[in-house]
């Protein structure tokens, strides 16, 4: 029973060892994963401030023309809209951009809690079959009410040697008596 119990402890050690082993190796995995994504984000950022400084430039340039009593054709004013709506427009797409990424940081996170819980419930809470029959029948050995596989096998020749020898029989019973 010492020997079960020193296994099963070796045995929790080993799965601990190992779970404690692979979440440090998710943690790494993870911390990469971030590092990977602020660099992508500070490029994003860069380039967004870079392309907001670009489009400020641009607005001071258009500001600052002061056109004479002369109205551009319809056509030039139509594309002169149609550039402040696409600015606009690409702000707006920068800042959802932002906003996906820590959704994306934070549902990869939480994937990587539930695989490790589902881990743990399996690993450490589960019990298979045969796991459940060995303890059972170790405390039914432990109380006696079950034969262990050399104590049976005993049985088994005494009760042939019993059939063969009737009559040595009652000198054997009576000595167990």
């Not at 440090?24 to 971030?34: R, T």
């Amino acid at each position: 029973m010492e020997n079960q119990d020193k296994k099963i402890g070796e045995l929790s050690v080993g799965l601990l060892k190992v779970l404690n082993e692979k979440t440090e190796q998710l943690i790494s995995s993870i911390s990469k994963v971030e590092e990977i994504v602020l660099q992508q984000n500070e490029s994003v950022l860069q380039q967004s401030k870079e392309f907001e400084v670009k489009i400020s430039q641009l607005s001071n340039l258009t500001k600052n023309i002061e056109v004479p009593e002369i109205k551009l054709p319809h056509e030039y004013q139509h594309f002169i809209n149609r550039i402040e709506i696409k600015t606009t427009e690409l702000k707006s797409i920068l800042k959802k951009n932002r906003i996906n990424t820590k959704i994306l940081i934070v549902g990869f996170l939480l994937c990587i809690i539930g695989f490790l819980s589902l881990f743990y419930a399996y690993s450490v809470v589960f019990q298979t079959k045969n796991e459940i029959i060995e303890e059972y029948e170790s405390k039914l050995t432990q109380e006696k009410r079950l034969l262990t596989e050399n104590e049976r096998i005993k049985y088994q020749k005494i009760l042939k040697w019993i059939e063969k020898n009737p009559n040595d029989s009652k000198k054997l019973k009576e000595s167990i008596n």
